[in-house]
């Protein structure tokens, strides 16, 4: 198992940058896919982002190309999202989730669906103010 923890969050205007980070312990963290999820009340959980196993290989969804980057160290067991150009829209509770793989087949692979994801942090608030 693993445990995941993410931080990073706060209130920021727009336009400015905050970096999350979602901290793992438990199992060596290498054998997990890891996506950046987000909800905003009222609406559905919707991915972010996402990375494979090695780092090489990444994912975003259309509303965060150019802005967001994802990117992972798993000596360190952390998956950070570093975030630019905030927009109001942006405002939500952050989640990370990850999705367990022993075999090495599955060391590139992006996992983009949330039923796919084995486990999830607690979450972390992004406000951003106009």
């Known amino acids: 198992q693993v445990q995941l923890v993410e931080s990073g969050g706060g209130l920021v205007q727009a336009g400015g940058s905050l970096r999350l980070s979602c901290a793992a ?5 290498s054998y ?7 909800q905003a009340p009222g609406k559905e959980r919707e991915l972010v982002a ?12 259309d509303f965060v190309k150019g802005r ?10 952390t998956v950070f999202l570093h975030m630019n150009s905030l927009k109001p829209e942006d405002t939500a509770v952050h989640y990370c989730a ?6 090495s087949r599955y060391f590139t ?12 942090g607690q979450g972390t608030q992004v406000t951003v103010s106009s």
């Open 68 to 77: 967001f980057t994802i990117s992972r160290d798993n000596a360190k067991s």
């Open 32 to 38: 997990y896919a890891v996506g950046w999820f987000r």
């Open 50 to 61: 996402a990375i494979d196993r090695s780092g090489g290989s990444t994912y975003y969804a």
């Open 25 to 29: 312990s438990g199992r060596t963290f």
């Open 98 to 103: 990850a999705k367990y793989y022993s075999a």
């Open 109 to 120: 692979t992006i996992v983009r669906t949330a039923d796919e994801y084995d486990y999830w």
